[in-house]
């Protein structure tokens, strides 16, 4: 089968299409035949060598995927040949860069049906970046207020959606190319951070910041004056510490997104039921997925791309 992979850490370059042969589930594992892998910033960490997660060499990217149930291994329950899935693979092992792929069967779900099937892998793990940070480390709840920094990227404008889905209200800063896609998405209040000073913007305290940017730490602490006593402030950007505020019960947590299967569950219901939006700006094959990793190399890919393995 066909797969591209890279065996030493470097730039793009290290990125091969090879031929290797097509693998075998075993004990409570999955063969997948991919429709779809989605590219995400991890990716290019991790080829970079930057990112510590524990890959085997030589690896496979693509740890979001969508397709169907090839083959079963024992013990799988839930699952049959032929199934449309998705899944957030474990980063640590080969990803979806290829025809095929073998995933543990707790790391799949019944793929959402209202959009197309390589659409579908452009949902798992940022959806559940926004859950885990808005749900786990936020503790947001009903009739709260949200404020959302970088809200235009994907994780901002899923955190939007859910969030207005648990009856929040939504404060989110965005640039003019993104504010009608985050007012689209159900935020409340847009303030375009280019033009305006977010902590005058903001006229109460809020009980959740989620910060998505890459913004200086000096303003980052100056943002947390706008949450309330006992709030607390989440952030994607694990190269900084998430500022918090002891002295009045303002705690702080750093995302790194995690598995679940039932969230993931929920999540593709969700697409189907119409409340929440998947996002798809590229489809590239995948012969392409090096010169992408090149463009993510020199800036920052905007909008999710998926890549197509046919």
Do not use: C
């Not at 792929?101 to 926004?130: G, Q, R, Y």
């Not at 959740?208 to 309330?228: G, S």
């Amino acid at each position: 089968m066909k797969a591209i992979q890279f065996s030493e850490v470097g730039g793009p370059e290290v990125l091969r299409t090879v031929d290797v042969e097509q693998p075998t589930p075993g004990a409570g594992e999955v063969r997948v035949r991919v429709a779809a892998s989605a590219f995400n910033a991890a990716d290019n960490g991790m080829r970079a060598g930057f990112l510590p997660i524990p890959v085997v060499l030589p690896h496979v990217p693509g740890y979001d995927v969508s397709g169907t149930v090839d083959a079963l291994g024992s013990g799988v329950d839930g699952l049959a040949v032929g199934d449309a899935v998705i899944g957030f693979l474990p980063m640590e092992r080969d990803g979806g860069a290829a025809e095929y792929v073998i995933a543990p069967a707790e790391a799949l779900v019944h793929a959402p049906t209202s959009i197309p099937l390589e659409d579908a892998a452009a949902l798992p793990s940022v959806a559940l970046t926004a859950w885990q940070a808005l749900v786990d480390d936020g503790g947001l709840e009903a009739g709260q207020r949200l404020l959302v920094v970088g809200a235009g990227g994907v994780v901002g404008k899923y955190a939007v959606q859910l969030a207005k889905q648990w009856g929040v209200h939504v404060i989110a800063t965005a640039s003019p190319r993104s504010a009608d896609a985050v007012r689209a998405a159900g935020a409340d209040e847009v303030v375009d951070h280019t033009t305006t000073d977010l902590v005058d913007a903001v006229t109460g305290p809020v009980d959740v910041l989620l910060n998505l940017a890459p913004i200086e730490p000096e303003e980052f602490t100056r943002l947390v004056t706008l949450v309330r006593d006992g709030g607390v402030v989440v952030s994607t950007t694990a190269w900084m510490a998430a500022p918090d505020d002891a002295t009045r019960g303002v705690r702080s947590a750093v995302v790194f997104v995690l598995p679940n299967r039932d969230r993931l569950a929920r999540l593709a219901a969700m697409v189907d039921d119409g409340s929440l939006h998947v996002e798809v700006t590229r489809r590239i094959p995948l012969d392409a997925l090096p010169a992408l990793h090149a463009e993510a190399s020199t800036g920052r890919i905007a909008g999710k791309v998926v890549v197509l393995p046919a």
